[in-house]
Structure formats: C-alpha cells, structure tokens
Nanobody, 121 residues
Framework: QVQLVESGGGLVQAGESLRLSCTAS????????MGWYRQAPGKQRELVAR???????NYIDSVKGRWTISRDNAKNTAYLQMNSLKPEDTAVYYC???????????????WGQGTQVTVSS
C-alpha cells in the first residue's frame, strides 16, 4: 500500500510563509511526477505546482514568483515552499504522485490525506 504523509499546514497571516512536505512510503518502486493540488470550499480541486524527475517545474499563474516546489528523490519527498501567502490561498492542500508501486505495475496516481492551509488577512 502506497501512503503519502503530508505535513506543514497551519494558520498564518497574510504575507507569511509555510512549507509543506509530502513523503511517499518506501514501498513505492518509482515516482515520475510529484505535485500539489488545492481545494477551497465550493471550488474544484486545482493543480498548484508539479515537478518531474528531471526537476522541471510548473505552477499556476497565481503562485508564480511566490512559491517553489522541489523534491528529494532519495527521501521520496516533495516540498512546497509558500511565501507571501494571501487569504485566497486558503484551501486544503493535497499531495499527489504519479508512480509505480512495483516494476510491473502500471503508472498510477496516489493522494495524500490533505493538509489545511488558512491565511488570515
């Protein structure tokens, strides 16, 4: 069973920073893409940032220049450094990985349990 453990959410004021972490269990064979999604109340879940095995990154426009996604392949961990947080960043943040549980498995997506980020004005 592939498990993703997230940490780092919380309540902060506008302009402050948080760093989210997501670690995949050691049982996973390979990870292609690691990403973070978010879902605000009444809204659809959206991809915020992603990083592939080559370190290439993509961000939604609203976080470009403020946030940085990175990964430590040796630790099966992805990070999301969120600076200059805004109230509109308030949401539940979910880690997502695209990978293979074993060498013969198909590539699948796995999700974390979600961590709440609340930014007060």
């Amino acid at each position: 069973q592939v498990q993703l453990v997230e940490s780092g959410g919380g309540l902060v004021q506008a302009g402050e920073s948080l760093r989210l972490s997501c670690t995949a269990s050691e049982s996973i064979f390979s990870i292609n893409v690691m990403g973070w999604y978010r879902q605000a109340p009444g809204k659809q879940r959206e991809l915020v940032a992603r990083v592939d095995t080559g370190g290439n990154t993509n961000y939604i426009d609203s976080v470009k220049g403020r946030w940085t996604i990175s990964r430590d392949n040796a630790k099966n961990t992805a990070y999301l450094q969120m600076n200059s947080l805004k109230p509109e960043d308030t949401a539940v943040y979910y880690c997502n990985i695209e990978g293979k549980k074993t060498w013969y498995d198909a590539v699948k997506h796995y999700w974390g349990q979600g961590t709440q980020v609340t930014v007060s004005s």
